[in-house]
């Protein structure tokens, strides 16, 4: 038995799962959007903590495979991450959504997806996973570099993360079975980590952690211009890039 779908099989998928979203009402986008962000808030967590207790290329590596967590929680449990539901611009393109619901879908899981972020970095605040003062000076410093990026830089960096991430989702649909799904993620995933690109989702937690442990560290306005820079970035790889080339390519009709 086929355990996989073919290409075109899955941008089918990629279309009838926008189409779904497309009908699901501003609250429970926004409810969906919030558990996406508590998984990645949690995944973005484990990242740190790998990356400050091992250290070097090592912590990298193993920070970046302790990442897709969040995504595979995502898709197999339940939520919703503006990255991913970018692809829902091929339903648009099929006439299978209004325009209208697809903007306000994109805004209520951005939403979500902040409110669950910010949520989990007062938890984990509270919670004590920052005592340290040298972990707590680290993730100050990563957050730092993050919402110091120039604009388009940070769009650049954004639209390359997106295309790993959108595709992640993707992916995890052409298999029919769970170490299928969980495979398909991990390994995108794990690359967007490796190469430093900026998730508008994780961003919500590293810069919420970073502003709530060093308040003067940055501005929200700089917090608001780094997030609105990464969203464009991740729009146009997960919305435009991503949809519209696989649809020529899987779906011209």
Known sequence: MKVYL????????????????GHYSFTKTMLLGLMGG???????LGNLIANFTIGGGAGKFVGASVFPTGLMLVVLVGGSLFTGDCLGLLAFTKGKVEKATYVKNLCAVWIGNLIGSVFIAYVTYIGGSYASVDFANFVVGVAEHKVHLGFVEAIASGFLCNVLVAIGVWFALASKDLSGKILAIWFPIMLFILGGFQHVVANMYYLSIGKILMTNAYTFGGMGLHFLAV???????????????????????
Do not use: H, R, W
């Open 6 to 21: 073919t290409n075109k099989e899955t941008t089918e998928q990629v279309l009838l799962l926008g189409e779904n979203k």
């Open 38 to 44: 508590v998984y990645i808030a949690l995944s973005a």
């Open 231 to 253: 969203t464009i970035g991740n729009f146009l790889s997960g919305a435009v890039f991503l949809p519209l080339i696989y649809k020529k390519l899987y779906m011209n009709d």
